[in-house]
């Protein structure tokens, strides 16, 4: 799914990537879009367990080496020092337009994890303490620890994306972003963050009958803001500028990847196996125990 879902190299045309089809859903599958939807959410409720085991044994192998008492924090020049050895961490990025999937993709494929080793922030516009510092402070402080699993809903990315459109910066600000973004990222891969950069793809006329059920099902009235129709009204200024920084910070080490998201259920399934295939790659398992288990079993025994 990652090279099926994967931006290429080049400029990126958002108008030329379908949001609705199911790519990589598998063939048996394909019987009716109702058979389908029931697939593809038991999958991801199989899934969601695996994923759950991989992320207990991810946090387990970073207690264990740090060892009792060892702190933990966000990633530093330190950790990517040659031999360091400090446990990987894996970080879910999610961007997408107003009513795009954020809040549901995280709540049913990162719901399925242990909420001990999850560590799951929101941004939204920076506090005044945050516009003291650079764009990335924030951020940084946000980092999941060694051994967690991360997800960020918007990100740092949004400081080329609604500064830029918004015009909250000025372009030769938002502009130079692009590189701080690709050295950031640098850093937080050599020191051992998996980055999985997703992109939910929603189409113009599915994002207007979400915000029509928000404003038509009283229990939704507190997710709409009358201000994600003035973003509606620049749909193609949020386009162009989405399709700026797939093109300059997909990076082999830290490519994007282009969800299309007007079928929630395919939305779920695809992000759940992008987040599979990368725990595929830690090659995990369950730290052996540093003490003796059969003079412990038989001192447990003696009591």
């Known amino acids: ?60 192998t970073a207690q264990a080496a740090a060892g009792p008492g060892a702190p933990t924090g966000a990633p530093t020049a330190a950790d990517a020092a040659p031999g360091r050895g400090r446990p990987d961490r894996v970080l879910l990025v999610l961007q997408a337009m107003d009513c795009g999937g954020k809040d549901g993709t995280i709540r049913r494929v990162a719901g399925a994890m242990n909420p001990l080793g999850l560590h799951i922030r929101s941004f939204g516009p920076p506090t005044e303490r945050e516009r003291r510092h650079d764009f990335l402070w924030r951020i940084r402080r946000a980092l999941p620890p060694p051994g967690y699993v991360g997800v960020f809903n918007r990100s740092h990315y949004e400081d080329v994306l609604i500064a830029r459109v918004e015009s909250l910066a000025p372009e030769a600000t938002w502009r130079a972003r692009y590189d701080e973004i690709n050295a950031f990222e640098r850093e937080l891969t050599g020191s051992g963050v998996r980055l999985v950069k997703v992109m939910l793809h929603i189409s113009h006329a599915e994002q ?7 404003l038509t099902d009283p229990t939704k009235h507190w997710k709409y803001n ?45 992000v759940a196996h992008l987040l599979r295939e990368t725990f595929d790659d830690l090659d995990l398992g369950y730290p052996p125990a540093d003490f003796d288990v059969a003079a412990e079993r038989s001192r447990l025994c003696g009591t």
């Open 226 to 270: 009358p201000s994600d129709l003035d973003s509606r009204a620049r749909w193609g200024d949020y386009q162009a500028a989405y399709a700026e920084a797939l093109s300059r910070c997909g990076t082999d080490a830290a490519p994007w990847h282009v969800v299309p998201a007007d079928r929630k259920w395919y939305r779920d399934w695809a």
């Open 1 to 60: 799914m990652r090279e099926l879902l994967r931006v290429g190299g080049g400029a990126v045309d958002l108008a030329a990537i379908d949001p609705r089809p199911t790519r990589g859903l598998p063939a048996p599958a394909a019987e009716g879009d109702g058979s389908r939807k029931a697939w593809a959410r038991e999958q991801v409720r199989l899934l969601g367990a695996a994923l759950g085991r991989q992320q207990e044994m991810l946090y387990a």
């Open 208 to 214: 207007g009958e979400r915000l029509l059920a928000r």
